[in-house]
């Protein structure tokens, strides 16, 4: 009888450890098939992927005064810094609704695989004036609206003081700055002022004629 009993323990015990051994193979293979999963991407991703790539745009753009296609250097860009987060074989592509809307210069979309994503461009350094003339102004869109409240002094003082930036037309945007263009015919655009500390100007305008001053348009736009 107890011969019996013990050959039944040890089927017993036998049983138990094929069942831990596999469990644990089990188990292996979900953590595997989980680390080789490929990660979901959020908006999170794409957005530190776009933030990097233009900051190191607006370098390169400096350092060789000016992009030849700023879009392309974006979006490769984009690209890139994604398969080195582990996205592999993402399809970017850069929808910039400026072309059509002249309120929507101080954006872009980044189009990931079907996941858009919006990357507004303030604080983002301007390339333009830095190349053109040295200066580090990083692009923040002024509050003040209409444009014409620019006619009150403390308003005025305000703007200058934070080199604020406006929506215009026919000023550039940010691909053709980083291209060290001061118009771009097919999407609208922002300027800002520079000055000397005595005289005044639209940045765009100063950088291709070299003048001072507002024009009649720049002028009644301002309030001036």
Known sequence: MSAVLW???????QALVLALLCFLVVG??????????????TSAEVLAATRITVRRAVDVAI???????APSFVRMGIAEELHRQGFRGADVALVRPNDLNPFAAFYFVVNVSGLAVRFDLEGTRDPLLAIRLGLDYAIRPDPFHPYTSHGQPAIWA???????????????????????????????????????????????????????????????????
Do not use: I, M, S
């Open 28 to 41: 292996l293979a979900l953590v595997r098939a989980y680390l080789q999963a490929p990660k979901r991407l």
């Open 7 to 13: 050959t039944c323990v040890r089927r017993y015990h």
């Open 63 to 69: 350092r060789l005064r000016g992009l030849d296609d």
């Open 158 to 224: 305000a703007c200058l003081a934070r080199h604020a930036y406006h929506f215009a037309p026919e000023g550039p945007d940010l691909f053709a700055r980083l291209e060290n263009r001061t118009r771009d015919p097919f999407h609208f655009g922002f300027e800002t002022f520079v000055t000397d500390g005595a005289h005044l100007a639209v940045d765009h305008t100063f950088l291709e004629t070299g003048a001072w001053g507002l024009d009649d348009d720049q002028a009644a736009r301002y309030g001036r």
